[in-house]
């Protein structure tokens, strides 16, 4: 008995410890469930919104909604027609909501020159991609729709596309890249830290964002922000901070590269092929803005000396005095003319590439921008590279793209376009809109050096930007435009055209007239300089004041 119960006695905590045990054990699952459900929630609404949500936010700026758009009903069908004031409205581009039955659909987004500006309707890249789409399949309709935006960068273009990926597109053309430094802004010190990395991939985070951004990242879907300040101080020949500032700089190459990646990613989950456009610029005939020198004294004065010599064809002083001031941009431009001339044109290329990125106020795309271009594209099975950048490189006479390929900086002439169309056309070839055999249009219809609205929009742009030699002789063409009559090299132009045109000539002439005489070693008196200077002062004052803008 005593064994018995001494025996009981010792069963008793064995059996306490297997309930103990059991319980802890419902208490750990309980508290471990406790902890990971609202992991599993947020697991479950981060799915949800992948699966049914209309895109993701911004993670470096805001931008206040917006739409292209307005509804309309065309021939009793419900439709829509492009209304904002940046996206071009003036053209009237209308189309049905309803996609043709068997029809290919693709939109075109970016800015100007993805809009072919300032090219008429039916003359744009996005008219003669259309026509070789509809060539190589008649039997299919074809819709290239160009929703592209006056100086819209491609955080605005992301807008664009979260608005166009419901409308049923068989493929998205995204060509840009020139607008990046062209609105002021700030970033969040910390968007760019490893946490907030991570962050930016959530759907969860980034809605719960949206609704609590800096203020300072606030950007209106109406107005782009400091664009007359932006003009201004390409003016006044001043850098600009998102350039200048190396830190600022990176965070508008990371939103870039987001804001490509965001699109190609959402394309992706869409089944929708995207074309991602390398941005081709004016390299050879278009001088950087702003070059930055930062050297004083003595430095500067040896440094002008070489300058000049280089220019004058010494490539051992320009050697010399980029190894100096390595990012003066004006610099590497020249260099290039002078491997240019001596037939090294691809040594001139890259010196032509480098003046382009050197610039402190940009308004042609960085080569980074393409860069990360192609490595999303080579990552992104859906996603279709039209490197127009090489394209234009190969098509250019001198191995560079100048004004054989562009009306300006970056805004391809005729030929351009329909080099651009034919790039586009041949990425596409590789699915199933196209064939690569169908000869593209030829444009042949319409000569843009008879449109004297679009040849007097580029005088203003020459001189607006200080490309001197460029607004002297498309002064001269003008002339012969209007009159019939060819002035040659004269310093005056007739007194009976517009004053902005004699006046700017005027200026233009005499300063590329005592630069020549400069680089030529031949003496400039003091009153030739301070005429010229008084002469491109009064000019710019008159016509390219900061209310103008």
Known sequence: MLGDDEGSDGDLPVERTSSTGASGGRRVLFRLTAVLLPFVALLLVELGLRAFGSGEADPYINVSPFSLFTEVEIDGEPGYRITHRFAYAERNTVFRAKKPDGGIRIFALGGSACASWPHPVGETFDAYLEQALANADPERPVEVINAAAHGFASYRVRRVFDEVIDLDPDAVVIYSGNNEFLESREYDDSVLSWADSLARHSRVVLWLRSWITDPRAELSGDELKDAAEFFWKKVQREALELRADPEKFERVRAHYAES????????????????????????????????????????????????????????????????????????????????????????????????????????????????????????????????????????????????????????????????????????????????????????????EKSDMQL????????????????????????????????????????????????????????????????????????????????LMKAFYEKWFSYGSF
């Open 455 to 534: 040849q007097s929009r580029l005088y203003g742009l020459y001189a607006m930007n200080h490309q001197y030699a460029a607004a002297v002789e498309q002064a001269r063409y003008l002339v012969l435009l209007e009159t019939g009559e060819d002035v040659g090299d004269a310093d005056e132009l007739p007194a009976t055209l517009h004053p902005n045109l004699t006046e700017g000539y005027r200026a233009f002439r005499l300063h590329e007239k005592l630069r020549r005489k400069e680089l030529l070693g031949e003496p400039v008196a003091a009153t030739e300089k301070e005429r010229a200077d008084r």
């Open 260 to 447: 490509i990646e965001y699109m190609v990613r959402e394309a992706g989950r869409r089944g929708v092929r995207v074309v991602l456009v390398t941005v081709p610029v004016n390299l050879r005939d278009w001088l950087p803005a702003v070059s930055h020198n930062p050297l004083e004294g003595e430095q500067r004065q040896e440094w002008e000396a070489l300058y000049r010599a280089g220019q004058r064809g010494d490539l051992a002083a320009f050697g010399r005095a980029i190894d100096m001031a390595p990012e003066h941009a004006e610099s590497h431009f020249w260099l290039g003319r002078l491997q240019e001339a001596e037939g090294n044109t691809a040594e001139a290329l890259e010196s032509y590439l480098r003046a382009k990125d050197l610039d402190y106020n940009p308004f042609r795309a960085h080569s980074e921008f393409n860069r990360s271009l192609r490595e999303i594209a080579s990552r992104n099975e859906h996603a279709l590279l039209a490197d127009a950048e090489h394209a234009y490189s190969r098509a250019a006479e001198k191995g560079s793209p100048g004004f054989d390929l562009f009306l300006d900086y970056v805004h391809p002439n005729k030929r351009g376009n329909l080099l651009l169309a034919e790039t586009v056309f041949d990425a596409l070839g590789g699915s199933s809109f196209a064939r690569s055999d169908v000869p593209l249009p030829s444009g042949a219809m319409y000569d």
